[in-house]
């Protein structure tokens, strides 16, 4: 499946899935990406309207949810 991520781009996803994967590499192209390993935190993302997303580990700490 496709859908638009609001102030990304059109991201693939599987409907089952648990997750959505974003390229680290795709997201640097267009944001500034900083890491903060405090209190679990993650990838932290400044949005082009200054607004921050933080993209942090899951519950289960198997992948990355935003």
Not at 30 to 46: A, E, H, I
Request: aromatic residues 12%; positive net charge; charged residues 20%.
């Amino acid at each position: 499946m496709k859908e638009v991520l609001k102030g990304y781009c059109t991201i693939w996803y599987h409907l089952e899935g648990i997750a959505k994967i974003l390229s680290l590499s795709n997201v640097q192209n267009r944001y500034k990406v900083m890491y903060d390993n405090t209190l679990n935190q993650g990838f932290v993302v400044r949005m082009a309207d200054g607004n921050t997303r933080v993209l942090g580990p899951s519950k289960n700490k198997i992948f990355f949810t935003c």
